[in-house]
């Protein structure tokens, strides 16, 4: 009898000890509580950077189709940007675990409603100023990768450093001043 009582407490032993490995805890915690492995300002920098990228390039293509020569310009070098960003959050995304595009955010605010019929609101799309707005858009995603230059995680830090060269770049290419409150 001794031996079968304690021959069972050996295997809920010997479960209990292989369950609380740490590999294992890990993924059991990823797994089952939809955790990411990156830290909260990475993961509300990936909220804000991605809304803004699929945001951007709805008002790139909108700003394409509006006819003005500079507003065409930047609009193409804008949604070149940004399309090639998306690609890239999302790889860092998945690595890290992060839901991408993140659940929750709003999206399609650049999308114009063609089907309206209210004038005002056509007046105003004709009348948006695009390169203030790509010149603002930007600016908010080079601050942002460049908070995420100082992140703990390496991977996130080589992404922000990549991406804040190109982004810096293409600042510059569409006005935006070096003034660390240009856009403000």
Do not use: W
């Amino acid at each position: 009898m001794k031996f079968n009582t304690l021959f069972v407490a050996a295997i809920c032993a010997g479960t209990l000890m292989t369950s609380c490995v740490n590999d294992t805890a890990k993924e059991n915690q990823l797994k089952y509580t939809h955790t990411s492995l990156v830290d909260g300002d990475a993961f509300s920098y990936f909220q804000i950077i991605g809304e803004t990228a699929l945001d951007g390039v709805k008002y790139a293509e909108y700003a394409e189709q509006s006819g003005d020569a500079k507003s065409t310009d930047i609009a193409s070098k804008v949604k070149a940007f940004y399309s090639q960003l998306i690609p890239a959050l999302d790889s860092l995304a998945t690595s890290k675990q992060v839901d991408f595009p993140i659940k929750g955010i709003p999206q399609g605010h650049g999308e114009a409603d063609t089907t309206s019929a209210d004038s005002t609101a056509h007046e105003a799309h004709a009348h948006f100023d695009y390169v203030h707005h790509a010149q603002h858009e930007l600016a908010t995603v080079k601050d942002k990768l460049k908070r995420l230059t100082r992140n703990t995680d390496k991977d996130v830090q080589a992404f922000a450093k990549e991406q804040f060269t190109i982004v810096t770049d293409l600042y510059t290419q569409v006005g935006g001043k070096e003034d660390a409150h240009a856009h403000h």
